[in-house]
């Protein structure tokens, strides 16, 4: 039906049914003034005049009314448009995906399909879906077109999208912040005796023990941490992370056990070039980058008193790298400012050896990396100053390391370190040194110094095994010492140095599987043997399991 110049079929319903409620809204007055008693004012035009007069408002109504009509329909026009462009790009998305996904050759699962599109899209149907449309891709279409995703991928896009969805951490500068962590449940038994039930990291020797054994469960591992990304400064962007955990110390009361005190972990700064970056802040030892793989040992590193350089110590770094192809060379250069060991709780901070001398350690690094998909390298190694001052005498300590990771076969991994050297108490890596009571006078004038100038050796490995990417397996085992014989001979300078433990061994092997994205769960066995400078042997074992969810 035609009229007004216009096919009244292509308009929705919608648009005609609000064309006829202003037809029926103009027409109502107009009925009532034509029936009863006439209300036409003296004067005005009567009969055919007044029919003529009327008329004139009437067509000026319908040009309107056509007018508006003609502008709802381009813009009707213009929406079926876009929409048609929109699927169209949708379609092409799909394909590629597909076509990539077929071409890796993993198990795949059916990706969901787009919802069918009409062979018109410009035709009112495609404005509301089709209820035979299905919206998932269909067995039949599935069979023509055998691009798949694996159900790992599917997964992983899901939860992209869940992340972009989610609300945002905004911060008072407006610049992105990133929350991130771990809630980790940690339960264990215990064989023998150790120096910590959450986390051993030696056997202690006991002629009594109270029992051979315990057994317990601990969230103080749990991790939280924040990383922001701020404005590019000199052309180098920066970003800073933080990150703390409840392993500080355990508050007093009933349940103290059970809960933790919160501990700053890391903190860095960074400035990062195209080849060179500058690092500051309480991190890991560069000189000692690499970190054994233990969902039992989070809060203190595998191997923290038997081989592994870990201490976390304020430092500030240049770093510079070269790249050459797949190969790259990277040097790193800078200071760093150990502590001594935290014995007991105290509100004051003492100047360490380290600290008494006021200088820091300095360290340099040269490592080769190549960026090998099947067999990637990484070899480094490092060299260190140590300058130390006790009471009466100033010690000179040094520091030889090497570090290594990769690939041995195309699934396993072979990763670890080695050090010697004098002075290196501050950074871990062998049994605590000592017992440092404030009021022994004998312990930091004679004893102290004496250890440190006896020399350390220590080193770790790690043979890592893929089996996907949910399940690995995971087996190490480290050793670190100071020289027995020269402990012997220092022996009788102090009587907390009779259970000093001379060298220390670790062994661990775990499983780990990733079930989701965000969830972890891992079996563990360690075993430790502690040697004292009494030659009395400590052994003890700690089996684990450990649940975690990531965020």
């Given amino acids: 039906m035609r009229a007004f110049g216009w096919d009244w079929g292509r308009v ?57 009509l003609e502008k709802l329909s381009e813009s009707l026009q213009v929406t079926r448009a876009e929409l048609a462009e929109s699927r169209a790009e949708v379609r092409e998305l799909h394909g590629m995906v597909q076509q990539l996904i077929a071409a890796s050759g993993t198990h795949m699962v059916a990706i969901p399909g787009p919802a069918a599109t009409p062979a018109n899209p410009a035709s009112p149907a495609s404005a509301v879906p089709s209820a035979a449309a299905p919206p998932y891709a269909t067995p039949a279409e599935v069979q023509a077109n055998p691009a798949q995703l694996t159900q790992d991928d599917w997964e992983l896009t899901n939860a992209r999208i869940d992340e972009q969805a989610q609300d945002k951490v905004e911060t008072r500068l407006k610049y992105r912040l990133k929350v991130s962590g771990i809630v980790l449940f940690n339960a264990f038994a215990v064989t023998g005796q150790v120096d910590n039930l959450d986390v051993p990291t030696a056997a202690v020797y006991s002629e009594n023990p109270q029992s051979g054994g315990s057994f317990g469960g601990s969230l103080r591992q749990s991790t939280i941490g924040l990383t922001g990304i701020g404005p590019e400064i000199l052309g180098a962007k920066t970003s800073g992370d933080i990150q703390m955990d409840f392993f500080g110390g355990l508050p007093v009361g009933y349940g103290g056990g059970n809960s933790g005190v919160a501990r700053l972990r890391l903190v860095r700064l960074r400035m990062d070039w195209k080849n060179s970056s500058i690092i500051a802040g309480l991190d890991v030892p560069f000189f000692s980058p690499n970190v054994p ?144 009571v404030t009021e022994d006078v004998n312990y930091y004038a004679l004893a102290e110094p004496a250890i440190e100038r006896l020399t350390m050796i220590g080193g ?67 075993r430790l043997r502690t040697y004292q400078i009494s030659d009395d042997t400590a052994s003890a074992g700690q089996i684990g399991f450990a649940v975690g969810f990531l965020f």
Avoid at 335 to 340: D, H, K, S, T
Avoid at 390 to 413: M, Q, R, T
């Fill in 293 to 436: 793989t233990s969902y039992m040992s989070l809060a203190l590193p595998e191997f923290a008193a038997s081989g592994n350089l870990w201490a976390w110590t304020p430092s500030i770094r240049y770093e510079h790298r070269y790249s050459e192809g797949r190969e790259q060379y990277k040097m790193e250069a800078g200071i760093l400012m150990p502590g001594g060991y935290g014995a007991f709780f105290s509100g004051a901070r003492y100047p360490g050896a380290v600290e008494a001398s006021r200088q820091p350690v300095y360290s340099v690094r040269v490592s080769a990396n190549r960026t090998d998909e099947v067999h990637p390298i990484t070899v480094g190694a490092s060299g260190l100053y140590i300058p130390m001052r006790f009471s009466n005498v100033n010690i000179s300590g040094w520091g030889a390391l090497a570090d290594w990771k990769f690939a041995i076969a195309p699934h396993a991994e072979l990763s670890g370190a080695f050090f010697v050297g004098k002075g290196l108490d501050s950074f871990g890596g062998v049994p605590v040194a000592g017992y440092p």
């Fill in 460 to 526: 770790w490995t790690q043979l890592k095994i893929p089996i996907d990417v949910r399940n690995e397996f995971n087996v190490g085992a480290g050793t670190g010492g100071r020289n027995s014989s020269g402990l012997g001979a220092i022996e009788y300078y102090n009587q907390y140095l009779q259970d000093f433990a001379a060298r220390n061994q670790s062994l661990f092997v775990n499983y780990i599987v990733k079930p989701r994205s965000d969830l972890v769960l891992s079996v563990e066995y360690r």
């Fill in 12 to 68: 929705p319903a919608a648009a005609l049914g609000a064309v006829l409620c202003l037809a029926l809204c103009g027409a109502g007055p107009c009925q009532a003034q034509s029936s009863g008693q006439s209300n036409i004012p003296p004067g005005a035009p009567s009969g055919a005049g007044a029919a003529a007069a009327a008329g004139a408002p009437a067509a000026a109504d319908s040009g309107d009314l056509n007018s508006r």
